[in-house]
Nanobody
Framework: VQLVESGGGLVQPGGSLRLSCTAS????????LSWFRQVPGKGLELLST????????TYADAGKGRFSISRDNAKNTLYLQINSLKPEDTAVYFC????????????????????????WGQGTQVTVSS
């Protein structure tokens, strides 16, 4: 199993980015997926989750409003569109795969990094600065 993020970089405040996560080694359309981010010295922060057929999406408080998750099962790719970027969005962004196939959970007890996910990408750095 491999997850490879791309699309990060240096962007000015107010700009936009679309991050991609290309997957291989598993049946992509069977699993829910999530985006997280992490700043140095802090833990992983959940942004958004999408179910296997894109029928359900969830946004954590950190991901509401300016973030949009999507996926293309034909291309084995997960996306995160980020608009109106702010300096506080500077972080490493990770995609992660659910452990359990055909499962999606949107409650507050769900989507815990150490419990619900088994594979992670290496991350892509997003830096928002003028």
């Amino acid at each position: 199993v491999q997850l490879v993020e791309s699309g990060g970089g240096l962007v000015q405040p107010g700009g936009s980015l679309r991050l991609s996560c290309t997957a291989s080694g598993f049946t992509f359309g069977t699993y829910s997926l999530s985006w997280f981010r992490q700043v140095p010295g802090k833990g992983l922060e959940l942004l958004s989750t999408i179910n296997r057929e894109s029928r359900s999406t969830t946004y954590a408080d950190a991901g509401k409003g300016r973030f949009s998750i999507s996926r293309d099962n034909a291309k084995n790719t997960l996306y995160l569109q980020i608009n109106s970027l702010k300096p506080e969005d500077t972080a490493v962004y990770f995609c992660a795969k659910y452990k359990v196939p055909n499962y999606y959970c949107s409650g507050y007890t769900c989507n815990k990094p150490d419990k619900d996910f088994d594979y992670w990408g290496q991350g892509t750095q997003v830096t928002v600065s003028s």
